[in-house]
Each structure stands twice: as structure tokens, then as C-alpha cells.
């Protein structure tokens, strides 16, 4: 049992056959999901436990697939789409999707799931040894949340390569989004490739590169030049995974159940649960055994004088795990960011859709779509909901074309 105060959110990334761990640069080498566990374990054998982890997921039998889907929940999606793709009806295999975007009179979704189980068994594993996955996410999304500007028409391209392996995110202003996977000793070459097609016919398009290291860097400059390309950035993996991503639990892509089986806070609730309910059973019975034999022995006594020592050590245990959950959840030490996502969650009608919501500091933007037979007031009728008058965050809203809106906004000093 662990009841320590919980650490910070440790953001790894699972790519392949390697775990890189952010603000470290350093990367370890497993042979299998067994051994990742090892190596995970390993890494922060020195660390308190449970140690917070949210996990970017991306071993070669995690495919993303753009499809077009109904508008609905994710229930909605894996009756549609089950005969198509049987992971999402094989309890044992993880999977998640993008937003459901309106498409060409339709709607389409990125699907992400495993051909093979082995997130479930891996983050159970791990809470097991005392690291708590409280999030898994596909490198889709993570690689979607890195850029910190958007361009005017909203088209992003974010490609991560290392040695044998090459990821993108393409959401072109087309709107027709993919995410192109590259595997072998030829990974490199053919994301240079691909790379140079999309820039020598779009060369002021927006691109975020993203290198292992300084060797990747180098064999893909072999292939691709991207000097001259304005819209080019690169950074390295390591400051990559060091970017604060907004990763909202309620987002689709979530990979994980959305009940936090496998949180450090879940582990000191339920730990402390069990401990105080032991305790309480004890009471009973000494209490029982006091009032049939009313001559206790010495003995009796000693054994009571004890429990209420125990019974007072669990009460401050009770007053320390509340104060912890209160500061997870927000209260004094910072704004009530669960509780906006709580109100964002509960109050977005069905004719909405979410892409983003990100939170900086005291700052607050959201970006949707509105649908195309929605009221023209549907933007404005939920913010009014998402931000009443006693709200402690404000929010105003900004409506484009095509239905595209922006809510910006800030939590009240």
C-alpha cells in the first residue's frame, strides 16, 4: 500500500521497441511489452511511489485509420465500425478515436486501436509495481497538441522520426486528416520522401519536425532539405515531450477506460478505504467484547489504548488524503480546472463539436465546430451555459465561417 503524497505527472513515450522519458533525452531499449514493465520499473526504482504517468502509446501494433463514422459517442462508433475493425469489440484490445469532424456532408474520425492486446496488461502490471498510468494517448494526438501556433486556414503537419520508425499528423486545410506510419531500415528515407513531396507543393505550409536525436536529424537533412521552408520548425524529442500538451480526460483519443482505474489518487482512496474499514471492524469488536465482560483484563485494556492511538493516526491519514484530492482537483493551489472541464463536459449540446481546449495558466481557449443545421445562436446558447454570471471563469465567443467558432476566456482572480 502506498500512501505518500503522489508525484507529478511523468510524461513517457512507449515508440516501438524503446521508452523515452521526458527532460532526460534519454531513451531505454525493451524486448517486449514484459520486458518495457522491467525497464519502466527500473527507471524509477528510487522514485516515491505510486509515481503519476501519462503515457504517449506507440508500439508497431497500434494502427490509426481515418474513417468516416456517425456523429455520436463512443459506443455510437463501435457498433458502426466493429465489423470493419474486431479490435473495437475484443475487450483486451485498446482504442480510441479523434473527434468526429463533418466532412463533405458526412463525418470522419482517426480510429486508433491495437491489432494485439497489450495496454490493458501493461498499465495493470505497472500500477501493480507502483507507477500509475493515469492516461495512455496514441502519438496522433500527442503530436497534434505540439504545435504552440496555429495557422490562419488551421492546416498542421507534425512528423516524428527516430532510426527505424517515423510518425505523422497531417490535418491539411482540406480537412481530410491521416496519420501516415513509417517502419523499417528505410523508415527515414521514405519520410524525407514524403516530406519533400508535401513541401515542394505547399512550401508556406506550417510543419513541426521532430528528431530523436542529432544523428536522425542528420540522416534525414540527407534526404530532405528544409532550409528556406519559413513554415519549418524543429525541436528534439526530448523538448517535445517536455511541452505541457492539453490532454483533457474526456477526450476521445483517451486510450485507457475513462473510469481512472489505474490513478495514483485512486490508489491512496482505496488504500486508505480498506485501512479505515479494518480499523473500524476492530472497534466493533473490542467495543462488544467491553460491554459482555465488563471485568476486562489488563490485557483487554492495553489492546484498547492502542486501537485508539491507531484509530487517531487513520484520522489524520483521512484529513491528509483530503487535502491531497483537493489539491489534484484544483483548490487553492491554482485555478478550478476540473471543474470547467466538468462544465465543458456536461453542458456541450449534441450540434457541437470539440477540437481543442487548452489551458494556460489562467488563460482558457476552446475550439469547435458548430453543426451545419444548428441554430446560428447554438455558439452563443452554450456559452451562456458553460459561463454563467456566478461562473468563476469567463468566457467570450468568436464565430467563423463554416460553422467554426472559438471560445476564449479566463478563470476570475
Request: glycine fraction near 8%; hydrophobic fraction near 45%; charge should be negative.
Amino acid at each position: 500500500m502506498f500512501i505518500s503524497r503522489p508525484s507529478e505527472p511523468r510524461t513517457v513515450l512507449l515508440w516501438g521497441d524503446r521508452w523515452w522519458f521526458a527532460g532526460t533525452g534519454v531513451s531505454a531499449e525493451f524486448a517486449d511489452l514484459g520486458g518495457a514493465v522491467e525497464v519502466l520499473v527500473a527507471h524509477y526504482a528510487n522514485e516515491p511511489k505510486p509515481v503519476r504517468i501519462r503515457l504517449i502509446f506507440q508500439p508497431d501494433a497500434l494502427e490509426t485509420e481515418p474513417v468516416a463514422c456517425p456523429q455520436g459517442d463512443r459506443a455510437t462508433l463501435a457498433a458502426a465500425l466493429a465489423g470493419e475493425f474486431p479490435s473495437l469489440c475484443n475487450p483486451q484490445c485498446a482504442w480510441s478515436h479523434e473527434h468526429v469532424l463533418p466532412m463533405g456532408g458526412d463525418f470522419a474520425t482517426l480510429l486508433h486501436f491495437e491489432t494485439t492486446p497489450g495496454l490493458i496488461t501493461l498499465a495493470t502490471e505497472l500500477a501493480r509495481r507502483g507507477l500509475a498510468v493515469e492516461s495512455a494517448w496514441p502519438m496522433a494526438t500527442f503530436l497534434h497538441a505540439l504545435p504552440k501556433e496555429w495557422s490562419d486556414s488551421g492546416a498542421v503537419t507534425v512528423v516524428a522520426v527516430q532510426a527505424q520508425r517515423a510518425v505523422a499528423y497531417r490535418h491539411p486545410a482540406d480537412g481530410v486528416r491521416s496519420v501516415p506510419v513509417w517502419l523499417g531500415e528505410s523508415a527515414v528515407a521514405e519520410v524525407g520522401e514524403w516530406l519533400g513531396e508535401l513541401l515542394a507543393q505547399s512550401p508556406e505550409e506550417p510543419v513541426l519536425l521532430v528528431c530523436a536525436d542529432a544523428d536522425t536529424a542528420t540522416a534525414l537533412g540527407s534526404f530532405v532539405s528544409v532550409e528556406g521552408y519559413p513554415g519549418v520548425e524543429q525541436i528534439t524529442l526530448n523538448e517535445a515531450l517536455a511541452r505541457p500538451g492539453p490532454f483533457p480526460r474526456y477526450h476521445p483519443a483517451q486510450l485507457l477506460p475513462r473510469t481512472p482505474l489505474f490513478t495514483a489518487q485512486g490508489f491512496l482512496i482505496a488504500a486508505s478505504i480498506v485501512f479505515l474499514l479494518a480499523g473500524a471492524w476492530m472497534g466493533t469488536g473490542i467495543v462488544r467484547t467491553s460491554l459482555a465482560e465488563r471485568a476486562a483484563t489488563r490485557d483487554q485494556q492495553a489492546k484498547l489504548s492502542a486501537l485508539r492511538t491507531e484509530v487517531a493516526q487513520l484520522r489524520e491519514n483521512a484529513a491528509e488524503i483530503s487535502a491531497l484530492r483537493r489539491s489534484l482537483e484544483g483548490g487553492a493551489a491554482g485555478p478550478p480546472c476540473g471543474a470547467l472541464l466538468e462544465a465543458v463536459a456536461t453542458t456541450v449540446p449534441a450540434s457541437i463539436t470539440l477540437t481543442s481546449l487548452r489551458i494556460t495558466g489562467r488563460t482558457v481557449a476552446i475550439e469547435g465546430w458548430a453543426a451545419p443545421d444548428a441554430l446560428p445562436t447554438a455558439v452563443e446558447v452554450w456559452r451562456s451555459r458553460l459561463a454563467p454570471a456566478n461562473a468563476p471563469w469567463t468566457v467570450t465567443a468568436k464565430v467563423g465561417a463554416a460553422g467554426a467558432f472559438t471560445l476564449n476566456g479566463g478563470f476570475r482572480l
